[in-house]
């Protein structure tokens, strides 16, 4: 007996399984909030070099602040003070011509800044003056978050492939809540740097494990259903974010208040069953038996199995790890494409997501359109997905978010409502691609492998969102160049999209051995061979247990 017929007899879609999704929903909200935090904990004020204490005391007591600036500060070109540079000295002249500012010596800020408040009461570049010639450190607090994430996905992988999903969901909500709290409490540059990196290090185990605990528990009819309704989960916390900032907006307690809903989860995670299919694959069929009977209980159908009869489902013969990637050709193949598609969908995806500031709207208002934005997009996805099939969406998305960037660099700056609309839509593919990439990696992994493959293939996803943040920086040597790399990148990854397997309606494989076989269940020809359906482990539904890769 195929575990796939063993799910059907007991609703592979029922109360159990939105029980699953609900309760992994409260931990999942967080992820976005931590992921794209930096919009909000990293904002730069608009800032110029402080002056208290910088004149002498012969200067005439009834100046203004607005004439000290004057005299103090070059202004730039859209008539702000300047944001790094100071006169050598106070230039009392600019009283009556300010419009002469030609052969007059600046230098650096010498007694710090003055921030404008009015928007953020404390980020980090306020609290460690992270501007001008440090401005960089502010987006390598965000590099660094997600190098943790990047080395965390595939420690985490490998752990729950071997130790099971239920325990490592644990050990990640309570490091998570550990390292965000002591992050918040940092009392310098470095320690924040340090608690950032475990703390993207640790919440990785949610973002890769919850979703494939929930998919390995739905049937094959209702699984894009399962991969769409838990994505819904990053919109939603996506969402609050935008609120959950505007409320609270000191960086210290933002952090705070956005780890917060892991303490619930920490509470309901004791309700949540363990993947019946990594029991099973793993020879620990009485444990797999038990929940099982829970969920036919709770789906109230009839639970017609034993654990003998499970023993004989799929368990596996040894001890898989990562290497088991590249050990055999279709799996080698599938694991190089599927690594290059990520690198492209993560890297797009937070390039645009990081730059909320490029269409001159406010920053709260942007984030809750790109938000907003995620909700009808994911809908659209999972009609396509369940009509078309995974691979022209993941493809066509790519591409097309790829368009809207190039659209966007021919766009005037002057024409913003016509740039925001593009990039919201740009912005909404990009959402879509990645909704459809953590679906169908779930699909094209065999059950022995697969949270090995997604740890895999979310490092490399997560060495994309690192570089990211960098990218953007460019635009200081060429206005236009970070929407080159990342458009050029999306449209490679579209194109290597093209490479993989349609996964619409096949059976989740088992083993390695099974992505090896050819994908003769698309042949209806050799469908009808009796003896060769059995070879190839037919379901009692019609269904066949093959591959999922041909290749």
């Not at 959950?244 to 907006?249: D, F, G, S």
Request: proline share 4%; aromatic share 12%; charged share 15%.
């Amino acid at each position: 007996m195929k575990f796939e017929s063993i799910l059907s007899e007991i609703n592979g879609f029922g109360k159990f399984q939105i029980m699953i999704v609900l309760i992994q929903c409260v931990s999942r909200i967080t992820l976005p909030a931590h992921f794209l935090l930096n919009i909000f904990i990293a904002a730069m004020p608009s800032h110029h070099c402080a002056i208290d204490g910088w004149f002498t005391e012969d200067v005439p007591k009834n100046l203004t602040l607005e004439q000290k600036l004057i005299v103090s500060i070059p202004k730039q070109a859209d008539g702000t003070p300047s944001s790094c540079v100071m006169y050598s000295e106070p230039q009392f002249n600019l009283l009556s011509n300010s419009s002469n500012t030609t052969d007059l010596r600046t230098q650096q800020c010498q007694k710090g800044w003055v921030f404008d408040n009015s928007t953020f009461k404390s980020t980090l570049v306020t609290e460690w003056d992270l501007v001008c010639k440090n401005k960089g450190l502010s987006k390598a607090t965000a590099t660094i978050f997600f190098i943790g994430v990047m080395f965390g996905a595939p420690v985490f992988g490998v752990l729950s492939d071997r130790f099971g999903r239920k325990p490592l969901l644990m050990v990640s909500y309570l490091l998570t809540i550990l390292f965000s709290v002591t992050s918040a409490l940092s009392t310098s540059y470095v320690m924040f740097m340090v608690t950032r990196f475990l703390t993207g290090f640790t919440i990785t185990g949610i973002s890769i494990i919850s979703i494939v605990l929930s998919v390995e528990w739905f049937d094959v009819e209702h699984r894009t259903f399962a991969g769409i309704i838990v994505s819904l989960d990053w919109t939603i916390g996506n969402l609050l974010l935008s609120g959950v900032a505007w409320l609270v907006n000191d960086w210290r307690w933002l952090i705070i208040a956005v780890t917060s809903p892991l303490l619930l989860s920490v509470i309901l995670w004791w309700w949540l069953p363990e993947s019946a299919r990594w029991l099973i694959a793993n020879g620990k069929a009485e444990e797999a038996c038990v929940c099982l009977r829970r969920c036919a209980e709770m789906n109230k159908c009839k639970a017609d199995f034993t654990p003998e009869t499970l023993a004989n489902a799929v368990t596996a013969d040894r001890k898989y790890t990562v290497v088991d990637l590249l050990r055999t050709p279709n799996i080698r193949k599938l694991a190089i494409c599927t690594g290059i598609v990520w690198f492209g969908v993560a890297f797009t995806y937070y390039g645009i997501s990081l730059n909320v500031t490029g269409f001159g709207l406010n920053i709260y208002v942007t984030q809750f359109i790109y938000a907003f934005i995620e909700m009808p997009g994911k809908i659209g996805v999972y009609y396509f997905l369940n009509k078309i099939g995974r691979r022209p969406g993941q493809v066509w998305t790519l591409l097309l978010t790829g368009v809207c960037l190039i659209v966007n660099m021919f766009v005037p700056l002057g024409m913003w409502v016509f740039r925001t609309v593009v990039g919201v839509l740009g912005k909404g593919l990009s959402e879509a691609s990645f909704t459809i990439m953590f679906l169908y990696t779930t699909e094209l992994y065999p059950t022995v492998v697969r949270q090995n493959g997604i740890g895999y293939t979310s490092f490399i996803a997560r060495m994309g969102v690192a570089i990211a943040p960098l990218i953007i920086l460019l635009e200081d040597v060429w206005k236009l160049l970070p929407d080159v790399v990342f458009c050029s990148v999306a449209i490679l990854a579209g194109l290597v999209a093209c490479l993989l397997p349609e996964t619409r309606d096949v059976c989740l494989p088992e083993f390695i051995e099974d992505i090896e076989e050819k994908r003769l269940a698309q042949q209806p020809e050799l469908q009808s061979t009796p003896d060769l359906t059995r070879s190839l482990g037919a379901q009692p539904n019609g269904g066949i247990h093959t591959g999922i890769l041909q290749q």
